[in-house]
């Protein structure tokens, strides 16, 4: 007889192995309940087949015996003997055959339907204890199955977060002993700690199974300490909602990193006045990007024109030939073909609007680039659900067509890549500004002759010569990163975000300097991903661009993209302006680095 056990290991509470008692066992042997497989002291396939066999057999016989009374005339609740057999043999094999396959099949999606999607580890605590002892190996370390004695599990030494003093140390009057902070953990939250440390609880299952993720984050950052042995007094917890972030910013959260936000301005952009938030860690470069907006704000202002707006996305598909390949390309960029493409592309969202398909081969293979408008939003996940809308029309009119990935880095995101430099990608934005003779040289310290000479040798030439691809600034990804992580846009958005080129020119014969930026793949958006957050939305609101616009979607997003353009602008001015004036250094060794002498340090350290 083909019987099915499931084996269950000997089970042991942790309590009885901490104070070293031997193991005590729970269950010595636990028997699943019994099976419709095993109705039948037969192997498993014969007893299935023999039920199989029997279910058809007599519903053919059945059928035929009804058939024949309605022919003749003869009432169906007339039964015969044969047929009554026949009846309860029908009955017994559908009862067979529904709890050998129906039940099994309908209690897989009970128990799938409440697990936890996120935990892959068995939930039961004893169990994870019995695997816990197997991985730490040595020769009994699977006792369950062979029958060994199972030793009780080592204990886990927590190493203390500040290092231990020696037990003799001779103090003077004047030192004091660093104190030991030992911060106040609840009972309850000990309890969970624990569980954590020792591998019962997972750390990313906390939110989910206490409600409560201030707790959550606490608890982990605990047991974080306790496991590696390190401090992280210094990480803030508190003053953060991490409710906010929950499923949409950051995940196993244990605090937070402080970043300063300064402001730069007012800058004077398209006649609106905006005080730019800025946050970084690097000393002068606020100081610049101001100085760089008052001369543009004494100048009377810089003016912006938003050349283009599409986010994109790149799937890449493959076929057997590449003339199959080639045979998509015409059928996708044929206009005709447009419009029933557009109408899959755009039900995926109430703002996505596709723009164009850009394709590309590679031998057999075929890359799509999707351009659409996605409105207030950066748009990353508008794009891949209209684009996956797209592939599946496409899979039904080319059944033979393999969809390799969403992406096929045609797109192209978060990497240097020409297409955007060429194409652009999000927001392209040209801004420019003519500075006056007097404020070049009062407000900047410079000359308009000599901005013009070191423009054309570093941010033209000298980035040739380096093969830059879309870097022919000064330093555009140092605003761009700072007005980011103020207004909660993907910091790894910052390098094709970067993309820029710095051109300046001496006008009004040879007086005034114009002087503009060009950057053509501007990604940023006002709702959606970090900018919910408090901090960064209070920056959004500081600069006007908080939220979507319902008026006229994507106006706000487009808005914010000008600024960051703007903001680029004066920061290249000041920037250019300083290495110009022989200034650079000075600055940041006064706002960025200490003022102690260096030579007297080191040679008071080497006497």
Known sequence: MDVRRRTVKPLYTPKDASAGEPLKLHKQQQVSSPKASDA??????????????????????????????????????????????????????????????????????VSRSNSDSWDIEDENAEQLIIEEDSRRGGPCAAATTLGCAVPPPPVRRIVPMVPQQPAKVSLSLTEKP?????PAVSEDDEEIIQSVVQGKTPSYSLESKLGDCKRAASIRKEALQRITGKSLEGLPLEGFDYDSILGQ???????????PVGIAGPLLLDGREYSVPMATTEGCLVASTNRGCKAIFASGGANSVLLRDGMTRAPVVRFTTAK???????????????????????????????????????????????????????????????????LDYLQNEYPDM??????????????????????????????????????????????????VELNMLKNLTGSAMAGALGGFNAHASNIVSAVYLATGQDPAQNVESSHCITMMEAVNDGKDLHVSVTMPSIEVGTVGGGTQLASQSACLSLLGVK????????????????????????????????????????SHMKYNRSSKDITQVTSSSSS
Request: hydrophobic share 50%.
């Open 249 to 259: 910013c950051c995940e196993m959260p244990v605090g937070y990193v402080q970043i």
């Open 178 to 182: 660093a104190p030991i902070i030992t």
């Open 324 to 390: 199959r390949a080639a045979e998509l390309k015409f059928f996708v960029e044929d206009p005709l073909n447009f419009e029933t493409l557009s109408v899959m592309f755009n039900k995926s969202s109430r703002f996505a609007r596709l723009q164009s398909i850009q394709c590309a081969i590679a031998g057999k293979n075929l890359y799509m680039r999707f351009s659409c408008s996605t409105g207030d939003a950066m748009g990353m996940n508008m794009v891949s659900k209209g684009v996956q809308n797209v």
């Open 40 to 109: 039948l002291p037969l192997p498993l396939y014969l007893t299935n087949g023999l039920f199989f066999t029997m279910f058809f057999s007599v519903m053919y016989f059945l059928l035929v015996r009804w058939r024949e009374k309605i022919r003749n005339s003869i009432p169906l609740h007339v039964v015969t003997l044969s047929e009554l057999v026949a009846m309860i043999s029908l009955i017994a094999s559908v009862i067979y055959l529904l709890g050998f396959f129906g039940i099994g099949f309908v209690q897989s999606f």
């Open 547 to 586: 939220g979507a616009n319902r008026d006229a979607p994507g106006s706000n997003a487009r808005l914010l993209a000008t600024i960051v353009a703007g903001s680029v602008l004066a920061g290249e001015l000041s920037l250019m302006s300083a290495i110009s004036a022989g200034q650079l250094v000075k």
């Open 402 to 451: 393999d969809v390799i990935g969403i992406s096929g880095n045609f797109c192209s995101d978060k990497k240097p890549a020409a297409v955007n430099w060429i194409e652009g990608r999000g927001k392209s934005v040209v801004c420019e500004a003519i500075i006056k003779e007097e404020v070049v040289k009062k407000v900047l310290k410079t000359e308009v002759a000599a901005l």
